[in-house]
């Protein structure tokens, strides 16, 4: 039985294939039309799912869609009758959209799939579930436990804010829910307004930004903002914010609460920014440390699922985990809506269906999330070599040394192998890559080949067996989402100067022996890499550890600001082209900057809206 997930209409629109329990296949939209967080149907996603499963729509049992549009209509009309006349010009100015996006939604999915899927019986075969129940079934269905709690926090699906489900086999069952307008992610989400990001797509900026502030304004969120309970249910006081019936996140209370109006986009960064995004970190690890202790509590379980948007805070993931209360936790790694159409179509086949669920074995069911396209080499070769790409074809062994001493010397490398990514972050597949022990190596990227702010941290992928050597972490963190500190015998210590610094002018001072991958607060967001999921990404930190004794590089995502992940050959060769990357690897492609045809260098940085 195969079992099309999809989600769409919102952001991060993408698709998931489900074949008999096994996920077959996953994709967001953006990567194919290099528009970020691409909202549109997925026709781009669905048809690479349906190619990697050999199969046409004529092999589709069923279509799942990750919410349920009425009801989300249902709370936005309720949201503002409940508060009129409070809002009436946004009320105004949205209902034609309303209309034509939200109630009529289920109309439009039915016709997008009618377009694109000929033949399929929509009205028969079209199921949906609830945003939060697709979530937690991303999660659960996914993990590698048979029992969990299961909590899923985002911004708001229909109604549900933060939600509790309990899975046991083939079954998940949603216990508790908050709901809008109360909301853990919309609070977030209204920091990042306020600090100058943009909402649904800056809040991971506001996370690398707090280690730089004090969280001096933590105590008045929780005096003025948020009633907080101690088992971490909260309700929030709605005259600070005007996300419920206005056309921003917060209003002239609230900037009267911080003093001030909302920083501007692109505007200089101050140590004002840095302290709230450091209070809102601090509340946000505050609500998610007091709901899982609760809820570990309450149910005696060992094991703990998170999903939705917020648990893409990988710092209060890092802060769950030394608590120490759950035994095991485990964190989808498309969190966020996209992993929604994978969820979905996973709750349609147990839930829907009753099927019988299987056993992972020990690990979870998403194979290092590595769920998107892959090239054969003759494509990748005919490609390139379309794109005007000069390059050498290498063995495995030959391709694996020269790039690991390319990293060794310092370089940027461009690095495209195998399947593409499932979710927000590249763990080896669609990444640039660095020297962790380089002084210089986190400036140069953010400046020279990200094109993004300098402040933002760079994550160290570190072979699996080797993690606990150089972080304060044992155990497994394959999808980037778990923050661990640099270990005590790694770190340097600062100068009585360097500690007087204040903010991002501790951004320069070297915190440890890879300085390109410690955060000001000797942090690191951590990817374990595993031989039994990427062998090759293995292979190369191995051979990067042979030359040098460090098991460590930075890995970053396959992109510049405000660009999606590179999914093509001739996406990489672009990139690599317009960015200061020195050596390109593409399969057995090996390309080096200076060998190129300097005509094809592009402005690659304004090719792309910022983020």
């Keep these: 039985m195969r079992i099309l997930g999809l989600s769409a209409f919102y952001h991060d629109s993408a698709a998931a294939l489900v074949e008999d329990g096994r996920i077959v296949a996953a994709a967001q939209e953006e990567r194919f039309t290099r528009k970020k967080h691409d909202a549109a149907f997925p026709k781009n996603a669905v048809d690479y799912c349906l190619k990697s499963a050999g199969v046409d729509v004529g092999g589709i049992d069923y279509v799942a869609f990750y919410d349920k549009p009425f009801l989300k209509f249902e709370r936005l009309l309720e949201t503002y009758v409940a508060l009129a006349p409070r809002g009436f010009r946004s009320f105004q100015m949205a209902m034609p959209v309303w209309l034509r996006e939200k109630l009529f939604q289920k109309s439009l999915l039915k016709k997008e799939i009618g377009a694109h899927l000929k033949g399929f019986d929509a009205e028969k075969n079209l199921l949906f579930a609830e945003h939060h129940q697709s979530h937690a079934a991303s999660a659960f269905f996914a993990s590698p436990f048979d029992d969990a709690v299961v909590l899923t926090m985002d911004g708001v699906g229909e109604w549900a804010t933060t939600s509790v489900g309990h899975g046991h086999g083939n079954r998940l069952e949603m216990?508790?829910?908050?709901?809008?307008?109360?909301?853990?992610?919309?609070?977030?989400?209204?920091?990042?307004?306020?600090?100058?990001?943009?909402?649904?797509?800056?809040?991971?900026?506001?996370?690398?930004?707090?280690?730089?502030?004090?969280?001096?304004?933590?105590?008045?969120?929780?005096?003025n903002l948020i009633d907080l309970k101690d088992d971490g249910s909260f309700r929030l006081d709605l005259s600070y914010f005007d996300y419920c019936t206005g056309?921003?996140?917060?209003?002239?209370?609230?900037?009267?609460?911080?003093?001030?109006?909302?920083?501007?986009?692109?505007?200089?960064?101050?140590?004002?920014?840095?302290?709230?995004?450091?209070?809102?970190?601090?509340?946000?690890?505050?609500?998610v440390l007091r709901l899982t202790r609760s809820l570990q509590a309450e149910t005696g379980s060992p094991n703990l699922c998170l999903a939705g948007g917020v648990a893409l805070?990988?710092?209060?993931?890092?802060?769950?985990?030394?608590?120490?209360?759950?035994?095991?936790?485990?964190?989808?790694?498309?969190?966020?809506?996209?992993?929604?159409?994978?969820?979905?179509?996973?709750?349609?086949?147990?839930?829907?269906?009753?099927?019988?669920?299987?056993?992972?074995?020990?690990?979870d069911a998403m194979a290092g999330s590595y769920l998107g396209p892959s090239y054969e080499q003759a494509d990748i070769e005919a490609r390139l070599t379309k794109a005007g790409a000069r390059f050498t074809v290498l063995s495995d062994g030959e391709l694996i040394a020269k790039t690991a001493q390319a990293l060794a010397d310092g370089l940027a490398v461009g690095w495209f192998q195998g399947r593409m990514e499932f979710g927000p972050r590249a763990l080896g597949g669609r990444s640039i890559l660095g020297d962790a022990r380089s002084p210089a190596m986190q400036s140069v990227l953010n400046l020279k080949v990200k094109y993004r702010e300098s402040f933002r941290p760079f994550a160290p992928a570190v072979l699996r067996e080797d993690v606990a050597d150089w972080f304060e972490l044992d155990g497994d963190s394959p999808y980037m989402l778990m923050v661990a500190d640099v270990v005590e015998q790694r770190r340097k210590a600062m100068t009585a100067e360097q500690e007087k610094l204040f903010g991002i002018e501790k951004l320069n001072v070297p915190r440890s022996e890879i300085p390109a991958v410690t955060h000001v607060d000797y942090s690191a967001r951590i990817q374990t890499v595993h031989k039994e999921t990427n062998p090759r990404f293995h292979a190369l930190i191995s051979a990067f550890k042979t030359r040098t004794g460090c098991p460590v590089i930075v890995n970053t995502s396959f992109n510049v600001r405000g660009e999606p992940i590179v999914c093509l050959p001739e996406d990489a060769f672009r990139c690599f082209m317009g960015t200061e990357i020195e050596v390109l690897t593409v399969g057995n492609c090996y390309l080096r900057k200076e060998d190129q045809d300097p005509s094809l260098k592009q402005d690659y940085k304004g090719s792309f809206e910022l983020d």
């Design 247 to 287: 056309l921003r996140m917060t209003n002239s209370k609230f900037d009267a609460l911080f003093g001030g109006p909302p920083r501007k986009a692109e505007d200089r960064l101050t140590q004002r920014e840095m302290d709230l995004a450091a209070s809102v970190q601090k509340v946000t690890e505050d609500i």
């Design 175 to 223: 216990t508790k829910e908050i709901h809008f307008p109360h909301s853990i992610g919309l609070l977030y989400s209204a920091f990042t307004y306020y600090t100058g990001f943009k909402v649904n797509a800056g809040e991971y900026k506001v996370m690398g930004l707090a280690p730089y502030g004090e969280p001096k304004y933590a105590q008045t969120i929780l005096d």
């Design 313 to 363: 805070n990988c710092v209060a993931n890092g802060k769950v985990l030394r608590d120490g209360r759950f035994k095991n936790i485990w964190v989808q790694p498309a969190a966020g809506d996209a992993g929604g159409a994978l969820g979905a179509a996973l709750n349609a086949y147990y839930q829907f269906q009753d099927k019988p669920r299987r056993a992972n074995g020990g690990s």
